[in-house]
């Protein structure tokens, strides 16, 4: 009897144990994920170390303004958005496929919340901003996801070079 109790005993404290590891581990993985990460268009950039700042209206005519925009490789560039409509908008960074994707997941999805540096929502009447360097040339674009928004022609682009 008292080795069974033993080893009921340590099955419980490494169970206790393995937790406190798990714990530890997506406490991690959520640090690790705060962290810029690299991708095909740029990468996020501290807003304090813009040295451009780019004010985009949106409205309920589906539209930006302006809808293009030039930067140079490497420029930081802060985005702020300001929304002129009476509907919820967003300005998503991301390549034509990314930006296809998202956009076929937001339909399956419409109130997917997004919480990623290269993206904002926002409400009717206010401002949101995207901070980030463009450290790779090409052309990029960025889009409103809400659905039928990108297909109404809420699209601009931003070139590279």
Not at 18 to 39: G, I, N, P
Not at 57 to 82: C, H, Q, T, W
Not at 100 to 124: I, Q
Request: net charge positive; aromatic share 8%; proline share 4%.
């Amino acid at each position: 009897m008292k080795k069974f109790i033993c080893i009921a005993f340590v099955s419980a404290l490494s169970a206790y144990a393995a937790s406190f590891a798990y714990a530890d581990t997506a406490h991690h993985e959520k640090e690790t994920s705060d962290k810029a990460e690299q991708t095909a268009f740029g990468i996020a950039a501290d807003p304090a170390a813009a040295t451009r700042v780019i004010r985009i209206e949106m409205s309920d005519a589906m539209r930006y303004n302006p809808s293009k925009i030039n930067v140079k490789r490497g420029e930081k560039v802060k985005f702020v958005i300001l929304n002129q409509g009476a509907v919820k908008h967003e300005m998503v960074l991301g390549t034509m496929a990314e930006l296809k994707e998202h956009a076929a997941l937001m339909k399956k999805f419409p109130g997917m919340e997004h919480d990623e540096p290269s993206m904002t929502r926002v409400e009717p009447g206010k401002t949101g901003q995207i901070a980030w360097q463009f450290n790779r040339p090409g052309t990029f674009y960025y889009a409103c996801l809400v659905p039928g928004h990108l297909e109404a022609g809420m699209i601009g682009k931003v070139t590279v070079k």
